[in-house]
C-alpha cells in the first residue's frame, strides 16, 4: 500500500494503518530524537511520546502526503520543550562530556549547529540530516519557499562564520 492511502486511512481512524505509519517512519523520528537529545533512553522516552500525541491528533492532518514531515515536527516540538525544561543535556554539555572523541571535525559541527538559533538548528537539521525538501519545510513552517531558502542561506553563512572564527582561533 502506497504511503499516501496509509496516512488517508490513519486520519480516517483506522488504527492499523496509524500503526504501519508509524512503523514507516519509526527509524526517521528516532534518529531525530536522538539527534536533540543525543542518548538513546530520551530518544526512545520521545518515540513513545510522540506517538501518543500524534495518535491523539492525527485527524488534525489535512494533507496525507505531508505525514512524515508532520511527524518529524511533533518530534522536534517535543525533543524542544525538553531541553528548554532543562531535562536534557544541552549540546555543549554532550560536547563536554565526550570531548575526549578523536573526531574532532564531528564536535566542530555539532558546536557550530548549537551556536544557530533554534529555529536555524530545525532547517538545517530538516534539510541537511532529513533531505527534507525546501517545499516540505515551507508548507511544515507556513512560510513561502523562498523564506525557507533565505534562511537557510543565512544559517549557512553563519555557520562558515563561526567554523572559520573556530579554525582561526586553532591556528593562534
Not at 3 to 17: F, L, P, R, S, Y
Not at 97 to 104: A, F, K, L, N, W
Not at 143 to 156: C, D, F, M, Q
Request: glycine share 4%.
Amino acid at each position: 500500500m502506497e504511503e499516501v492511502e496509509i496516512a488517508k486511512k490513519a486520519i480516517k481512524g483506522d488504527d492499523q494503518a496509524f500503526l504501519l505509519l508509524m512503523q514507516l517512519y519509526k527509524d526517521t523520528l528516532y534518529r531525530t530524537a536522538f539527534a536533540f537529545l543525543k542518548n538513546e533512553h530520551d530518544a526512545l522516552e520521545a518515540m513513545q511520546e510522540v506517538t501518543f500525541r500524534a495518535y491523539q491528533k492525527i485527524y488534525t492532518v489535512k494533507e496525507p502526503s505531508y505525514m512524515k514531515t508532520w511527524l518529524v515536527r511533533i518530534m522536534m516540538n517535543y525533543c524542544q520543550d525538553q531541553l528548554k525544561k532543562g531535562k536534557r543535556y544541552s549540546s555543549s554539555g554532550v560536547l563536554q562530556e565526550i570531548g575526549h572523541s578523536e573526531d574532532t571535525t564531528h564536535l566542530e559541527i555539532n558546536e557550530a549547529i548549537a551556536s544557530l538559533s533554534s529555529g536555524e538548528q530545525q532547517l538545517i537539521f530538516l534539510k541537511y540530516f532529513q533531505n527534507t525538501k525546501i517545499k516540505e519545510i515551507a508548507e511544515l513552517e507556513k512560510i513561502p519557499e523562498g523564506t525557507v531558502k533565505s534562511r537557510l542561506h543565512k544559517a549557512l553563512k553563519s555557520l562558515r562564520g563561526f567554523l572559520s572564527e573556530k579554525g582561526d582561533a586553532d591556528h593562534v
